[in-house]
């Protein structure tokens, strides 16, 4: 089964799931990876929920956490993967979204797609008569946000009233932490550059659920008595590497010194790949407090649930 009350379950943001099943698929990774303690990182869960299932992987842009946490999460889950990319498929040619996804859809049970434009991503979903899963566009990344919520959630903290600070660039991460503070009530500080605002849109999502979301140019400001702090490349794939751009994102690089502004057991979060020196100091991204490979590793076992969510097999 992969449609629900006759509707097939696309995962192109987080407000496809909703916060119960999102909480559903949190809880369900928490029992999954405690169930699996110890065992190959290849061998099945007992169960094997997705025997028999193929999930068709398709690259429009570079990942390395992504294509691998995918695959490893469809092999712990009894089912296999295929990968695609566009310079060695036919969309690479030209072929168009809605022929890939009307051929992939009588080839394989799912698609992951990543891509630049979300447009392609709900052209696919539009086409498409399996699940189709966001693995990033240029305006969101939901898949890393469920493996962000699992990460803070596993290091002892609640989500509601979390005060989670933002550095940096508005990108596509940011727009799914902004979701997510309003589907679980958390507050987003953001700071950023003048002109490298989140979109809008994003931020009326977040105050709409309830977070207080607070837009400013001052790190320091920002995260004074945080309890998450975050952030990510300046430079997102696809994006010029412009110098006016680093040189306007220099002020709110994580350092020791931002992070003394925030609560003394504040985390620090970072999708990855991570540029040391650049948005994240050396010594902040290697300290205690740095949950940056507990987060990466968390994709396997967030991306299980989002797999199952988007079979059935998970959620209301
Ligand atoms: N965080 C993340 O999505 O990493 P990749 O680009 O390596 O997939
Ligand atoms: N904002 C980054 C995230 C990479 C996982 C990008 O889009 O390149």
Redesign the pocket.
């Known amino acids: 089964m992969s449609e629900v009350g006759g509707q097939i379950r696309h995962f192109l943001d987080l407000e496809d799931a909703g916060a119960d099943d999102i909480a559903a698929m949190i809880a369900d990774a928490i029992d999954r990876k405690d169930a699996r303690a110890g065992r190959p990182k290849g061998a099945p869960d007992a169960d094997a929920p997705l025997a028999g299932r193929v999930l068709a992987l398709v690259f429009e842009?570079s990942?390395t956490?992504?294509r691998v946490s995918f695959d490893i999460a469809m092999r712990q889950l009894g089912g296999s993967v295929l990968l695609l990319d566009s310079a060695s498929s036919q969309l690479g040619r030209g072929e168009s979204i809605a022929d890939t996804a009307r051929v992939l859809s009588r080839m394989v049970d799912g698609i992951m797609l990543r891509t630049d434009d979300h447009a392609k991503i709900e052209e696919m979903a539009r086409h498409a008569t399996v699940p189709v899963i966001n693995g990033?566009t240029?305006r969101s990344?939901p898949c890393?946000i469920v493996a962000d919520l699992l990460t803070v959630i596993e290091h002892g903290k609640a989500l509601p009233g979390l005060e989670v600070a933002w550095f940096g660039?508005g990108?596509?991460?940011l727009h799914s932490i902004l979701e997510a503070a309003g589907l679980f009530m958390f507050n987003v500080r953001v700071a950023t550059p003048a002109g490298y605002e989140p979109d809008p849109t994003f931020v009326a999502l977040a105050r709409a659920g309830g977070a207080q979301v607070t837009l400013t140019q001052d790190a320091r400001a920002a995260a004074r008595g945080a309890d998450l702090l975050v952030t990510?490349?300046w430079?997102?794939?696809?994006?010029a590497d412009a110098a006016e751009k680093r040189a306007a994102m220099t002020p709110y690089r994580v350092d020791a010194a931002l992070m003394a502004e925030a609560k003394p057991d504040a985390l620090f979060l970072h999708?990855?790949?991570a540029h040391i020196g650049d948005e994240v100091s050396e010594e902040v991204f290697e300290s205690p407090r740095s949950v940056v490979f507990d987060e990466a590793e968390n994709r396997i076992h967030a991306q299980k649930s989002v797999l199952l969510w988007s079979f059935g097999l998970l959620g209301s």
């Open positions: 842009k990942s956490r992504t990033l240029d990344h890393q660039d990108n596509n991460v990510d490349t430079i997102s794939m696809g994006q999708c990855l790949p």
